[in-house]
């Protein structure tokens, strides 16, 4: 789908990307992350916050999932940050 973003990008944009698309949803429950898993998959990669990671049973799921994950709280390392992009790139 092509969206014309030029109302916040200038009147100069021109649309040139053709490539895979990224959503981005800022969920309330794990209800969105379960209907996204069982809609999109296997065309789907997830992103979540390291700090999930302490959560009590989450880590299993992660890990299992593949997910992505970033910190928060943290302030990861230029390298660390330049890893996680490149795998998104990737992805």
Do not use: Q
Not at 40 to 46: D, I, S
Not at 55 to 83: N, Q, W
């Amino acid at each position: 789908m092509k969206v014309d973003y030029s109302k916040y990008l200038g009147t100069h944009y021109e649309y040139t990307y053709d490539k895979a698309g990224i959503s981005i949803v800022n969920h309330t429950t794990p209800l969105e992350t379960t209907l996204t898993l069982a809609i999109m998959w296997p065309r789907v990669g997830l992103l979540g916050k390291r700090e999930a990671l302490k959560i009590v049973g989450c880590a299993p799921f992660v890990y299992s999932l593949d997910y992505l994950v970033v910190g928060r709280d943290t302030k990861d390392s230029k390298e660390v940050r330049m890893a996680l992009l490149s795998e998104i790139e990737e992805r």
